[in-house]
């Protein structure tokens, strides 16, 4: 689902492949910062979002999460990091306008995991 709108957060859709390395610059930093200080609903999402990006196997995690009032999911820093060619404009002024300081990602918040016992496209994941 593609949503720009003023209450989404990178609710976009990838087309090309992920990047070998991710881009750790100011704008993840920033939006690091705020991801650990986000809000979970307290309901499951019912579904995952799966990174659309060619060859990519990321996929989010299944609750839904506000950054500032703004909706986002858990794949969010791996669209910033590993397709930053394709983040458009709007988002990233989205994210230099959050107000969480900037911290360093770990190892662990740039893998993009919950695909483990998913190995290939007729696992039923798509049917969630
Ligand atoms: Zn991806």
Not at 13 to 37: F, M, N, Q, Y
């Amino acid at each position: 689902m593609i949503n720009l709108d003023a209450d989404h957060l990178l609710f976009i859709e990838p087309t090309g492949a992920p990047s070998a390395t991710p881009t750790i610059d100011h704008t993840t930093r920033k939006l690091v910062g705020a991801w650990r200080a986000r809000r979970a609903s307290d309901y499951a999402y019912g579904g995952f979002h799966e990174c659309t990006g060619e060859g990519c196997r990321a996929v989010s995690d299944d609750s839904d999460y506000w950054i500032d009032g703004l909706m986002t999911n858990s794949l969010a820093l791996h669209y910033l990091a590993f397709h930053r060619s394709e983040v458009p404009q709007s988002e990233l002024a989205k994210i230099a306008a959050l107000t969480a300081a900037p911290a360093e990602p770990t190892e662990e918040e740039l893998t993009t995991d919950v695909l483990n016992g998913y190995e290939d496209e007729d696992s039923g994941l798509d049917d969630l």
